[in-house]
């Protein structure tokens, strides 16, 4: 890659953002601001699930799931690979937290499902017309604990 030291860390450090802003925007519940974060005709797979294609689908999948379920999705250890210009792929990893509007809020908030898995997105970022967008997304799940 011929790219400076500054465009390297530049497309790293809009990578990194771009992971963090779908944990953010799907903990709450901002779908329509989460498929913007992704191409047009972008690619989502879901842990065991089918692959989702384009930001209509996408959209569409997430907005099925329950509106009483509480996400927290914690994004870590993001490393940005296969550099170029235009392109760039990254892995991060991801804990995910969850529990239920019905749950009653305590001290402590409310109590977190049993189940909590780690897991990791892999993602194809692009350069677009309107910025840095996830071309590609498989979702997956490694361990998990009840």
């Known amino acids: 890659m011929s790219s400076s030291v500054e465009d390297v860390l530049a497309i790293q450090a809009v ?9 953010y925007y799907s903990d709450l519940q901002d779908y329509a601001s989460f498929v913007q974060l992704f191409t ?12 989702l294609v384009g930001r209509q689908a996408i959209l569409d999948s ?22 170029t210009p235009g392109s760039a792929s990254m892995s991060s990893y991801v804990l995910l937290w969850s529990s239920s509007t019905n749950e009653p809020v305590e001290a402590f908030g409310r109590k977190a499902n049993a189940r909590q ?8 970022v692009v350069l677009t017309d309107d910025g840095w967008k996830i071309a590609e997304r498989s979702a997956i799940f490694h361990m998990y604990t009840d």
């Open 15 to 23: 990578c990194k953002d771009l992971a963090a802003r779908t944990a």
């Open 40 to 51: 047009e005709d972008a690619q989502l797979t879901r842990p065991g699930g089918t692959p």
């Open 62 to 83: 997430y907005r099925a799931k329950s509106a009483d379920r509480i996400t927290r999705h914690f994004v870590t250890n993001s490393v940005v690979y296969d550099i």
């Open 117 to 124: 898995v780690a897991g990791e997105f892999i993602d194809k």
